[in-house]
């Protein structure tokens, strides 16, 4: 009974989801299936963290878009996520929640949170860090970079990045009474996660040349026209340095937690 209960508050979740945009088709079959896992090993506590994390975010990435639509325009997705982000977001999160499920260990609850809060830090930085009004630097050359960049810092999106984060470790400080020591941990790796998530995506993340408007841009079509890759690797797209920093930060929190 409860089990059918939370299919369908996720399955309305999703479906509102879908509906504002946030999510696309594949996007919500995929946000579906990690709301299953999720609250599988962590119930409606579980739920509700990811529900925060999902909240937010979507109202800050209504929050001024037109300003934002520029960026968008650079990215090789636009706001609307696919199942890729929506996984490479929520998949260790998931898996964490059902290692959970097997092992009642509370090592698992802090690694979910760290992966959500990687992910919040990661969406507020962006969602906000683009509305900077200074133009930010490139953590490769410490130049300016254009707003959108991988790889590029402003101070309103590092800060972005932190409140995001804690914001994850004092939802998960109340949903599953930890002591304020863990949630400080969550609070430092979940940013930790979104430091990895921008060095990894300065330094290896492929970058491609428009052949019509010269732009350096995340996609593989710009203008209509197919891109020529300038550097990096084609197969470290956003998607899978997501994955990788958020694995490695929970990496570091385990050094930490034990
Ligand atoms: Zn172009």
Request: hydrophobic share 50%.
């Amino acid at each position: 009974m409860i089990t059918f209960l939370y299919m369908l508050i996720i399955f309305f979740v999703v479906v509102s989801a879908k509906k504002v945009q946030f999510l696309n088709s594949s996007g919500s079959i995929a946000a579906f299936f990690v709301g299953i896992c999720i609250a599988l090993g962590l119930g409606y506590k579980g739920l509700l963290l990811l529900g925060a994390f999902f909240l937010s975010s979507s109202l800050l990435s209504k929050y001024k878009k037109s300003q934002k639509i520029m960026m968008e325009e650079k990215v090789e997705k636009g706001s609307e996520r696919d199942a890729f982000q929506v996984l490479a977001n929520g998949g260790a999160a998931s898996f964490a929640s059902l290692v959970y499920l097997a092992t009642n260990e509370s090592l698992w609850i802090y690694l979910f949170a760290i992966f959500i809060a990687a992910s919040n830090s990661d969406t507020w930085a962006s969602e906000i860090g683009t509305l900077s009004k200074k133009q930010p630097l490139s953590i490769k050359n410490f130049r300016l970079a254009e707003t959108g960049t991988s790889g590029a810092v402003s101070a309103l999106g590092t800060a972005a990045a932190i409140c995001g984060s804690f914001f994850i470790a004092v939802c998960t400080f109340f949903l599953f009474s930890i002591s304020v020591k863990e949630m400080i941990i969550i609070g430092i790796f979940g940013f930790v996660g979104n430091l990895l998530d921008t060095l990894l995506g300065a330094l290896l993340q492929a970058e491609y040349q428009c052949k019509v408007c010269e732009k350096m841009v995340e996609k593989k079509i710009h203008c209509g026209k197919k891109t020529v890759k300038r550097k990096g690797f084609t197969i470290l797209n956003n998607d899978i340095v997501n994955i990788l920093s958020g694995v490695f930060a929970a990496l570091l929190a385990l050094f930490v937690l034990l």
